[in-house]
């Protein structure tokens, strides 16, 4: 027989995803969501529930009140950072899972979806905060070690980051990012930070340079860290036949795969042939 070659795609049949992570929740998130919005980039923003009403010294330190969430970040993904940012892999481990889950619980109270992605507090996670995430039903957890590369995470619940914006390589690897053009891989790259970190090194125009350069991309995919991860929880489903030429995909999404170099879309539910 003549085998085919099938590949795993991204939505559309590309194979190149951009994805942000901001962390604290503060004021100046209002600023970077505009502006994500204006070059259509999605985020996502990974907030403390309970600190909401912390006093604080400068005004950028403030945060956005719960209630706003829900209509600011819509279209992005808000995620966990625990209820009140302690390195949690000193805690005790009650405290640790509380820290967790009374922030999911509060984050789906305010936001009436469920929540299952987390960024660790001062970067702080051991292999028992891994387990216990798993406990909580959260799927992916984002570190700060920098992989100044484009591979897919091995492991959502230490999923390395490329770079922070603060990198000196952002925009040597924003123009390599753009330049990839070879589709033997899936390939992402994946920007984290703080949004008040604008406001105290006072240089927007760093992340406004990079949503001018990046959006609007017809061969980059532009999805929050939980839209990576289901995506490719369906497409990791999808039931391909050995001949290939029909596939069953039982997940409620399209999935999108390569057969000779053709794009094809798997509705959610159906068999499709090709
Ligand atoms: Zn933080």
């Known amino acids: 027989m003549n085998l085919r070659n099938v590949y795993t795609t991204f939505p559309g049949g590309k194979h190149k995803v951009l994805t942000l992570s901001y962390d604290d929740g503060k004021i100046a998130d209002r600023r970077l969501v505009a502006l994500f919005n204006e070059y259509g980039l999605?985020?996502?923003?990974?907030?403390?529930?309970?600190?909401?009403?912390?006093?604080?010294?400068?005004?950028?330190?403030?945060?956005?009140?719960?209630?706003?969430?829900?209509?600011?970040?819509?279209?992005?993904e808000v995620a966990c950072h625990t209820v009140m940012h302690p390195t949690i892999a000193r805690c005790p481990k009650e405290q640790m899972v509380l820290q967790v889950i009374e922030d999911r619980r509060k984050l789906e109270e305010a936001l009436g979806v469920t929540v299952r992605g987390l960024a660790y507090p001062n970067g702080s996670f051991s292999d028992n905060v891994v387990d216990a995430l798993k406990a909580c039903g959260i799927r992916h957890a984002r570190t700060v070690f920098s992989t100044l590369g484009f591979g897919?995470?091995?492991?959502?619940?230490?999923?390395?980051?490329?770079?922070?914006?603060?990198?000196?390589?952002?925009?040597?690897?924003?123009?390599d990012f753009l330049n990839l053009h070879k589709t033997q891989y899936l390939y992402m790259m994946y920007v984290w930070g703080h949004s008040y970190e604008f406001e105290i090194d006072n240089n927007w125009n760093v992340i406004e340079d990079f949503a001018k350069k990046m959006g609007g991309k017809d061969d980059i995919w532009y999805a929050t860290n939980i839209e990576i991860v289901d995506y490719l929880d369906a497409a990791d489903r999808l039931q391909v036949s050995v001949n290939a030429d029909f596939a069953y995909n039982p997940s409620a999404m399209s999935v999108w795969i390569e057969v000779d170099k053709k794009h094809i879309e798997c509705k959610p539910g159906v068999i499709t042939s090709f």
Do not use: A
């Not at 985020?43 to 719960?66: A, H």
């Open 42 to 76: 999605k985020g996502t923003f990974n907030v403390n529930s309970g600190l909401e009403c912390k006093e604080f010294s400068k005004p950028y330190e403030e945060r956005i009140p719960l209630s706003e969430y829900k209509e600011l970040y819509k279209g992005h």
């Open 152 to 175: 897919m995470p091995e492991d959502y619940l230490r999923w390395n980051p490329t770079c922070s914006h603060k990198s000196e390589s952002l925009l040597k690897l924003s123009e």
